[in-house]
């Protein structure tokens, strides 16, 4: 068993401590509260939603979002990563009547073109291609990125996109919180003895002291815990220490 969730955590503690199932909702608030603190640092619930874009390029964040994994664009079954855009501008404009949202007016394209080249916006820039669709130079000064992308907005709990993806659709990978219902069952089976134990630890007369033994308990659980979730292996470690031998001279 790969994955577990919480009812099945929550029940197998209950016959272990043969209590009846009226104390079921206690134990899952304790679970669900655990859970929520190992996805602080220790256990990463990744979850992945196809999420619409609206008219101005925004989508809304899911109730459980924490932090962005990665943005993509769906390229016939191949996921295209969008790029972070920091100067993208978080204020959202709003008609004075309506309420309506509206875009920017401002346009100083052509003052950044006057400062930064000492010419107005009237070039352009080309590529030679040769038969084979190979570059063969003559774009002098060029950037190789893309000005498109993304940024995440706390405050709007939002993800604002460039102007070109406004109607469609983006795929979000995000690290969840596991407070929602929809990722109850992407819990790894090492973290089952953690979460009872946090469970023990909540239901106990020192549930507030962090020093008491129920405590010290459930943070030896979360050691081992990081410890079985940690990928590296033996044969890895000898590895590490061959590598970090060298053949010298020898006087």
């Not at 919480?6 to 079921?24: A, F, M, N, Q, T």
């Not at 659709?169 to 992407?186: F, R, W």
């Amino acid at each position: 068993m790969l994955l577990t969730n919480l009812d099945i955590i929550v029940k197998r503690w209950l016959l272990e401590k043969g209590l009846p199932i009226h104390y079921y909702i206690e134990a899952l608030f304790h679970s669900s509260t655990a859970l929520r603190e190992l996805s602080f640092d220790t256990l990463k619930i990744i979850n992945t939603s196809n999420l619409p874009v609206n008219s101005y390029g925004a989508v809304d964040l899911p109730a459980d979002f924490k932090d962005d994994i990665a943005v993509c664009v769906d390229y016939g079954g191949v996921l295209g990563e969008l790029p972070k855009q920091n100067w993208i501008n978080p204020l959202r404009l709003h008609d004075a009547t309506s309420g309506s949202f509206e875009p920017s007016s401002t346009n100083i394209t052509s003052q950044l073109d006057t400062v930064n080249f000492g010419q107005s916006n009237t070039w352009s820039w080309f590529w030679n291609i040769s038969d084979y669709g190979e570059p063969t130079g003559r774009f002098f000064g060029a950037k190789g990125g893309t000005s498109q992308g993304y940024k995440v907005i706390k405050e709007r709990r939002q993800i604002q996109l460039t102007e070109n993806f406004a109607g469609g659709n983006i795929v979000l990978l995000y690290i969840s919180d596991g407070q929602s219902a929809d990722n109850a069952t992407q819990i790894d089976s090492y973290a089952i003895s953690c979460i009872q134990s946090y469970i023990d630890w909540k239901r106990s007369p020192m549930a507030a002291m962090k020093d008491s033994p129920e405590a010290s308990t459930f943070y030896n659980e979360r050691r081992l815990l990081r410890a079985r979730l940690d990928d590296m292996t033996i044969v890895d470690i000898k590895n590490t220490l061959h590598n970090s031998y060298k053949s010298t001279i020898k006087n």
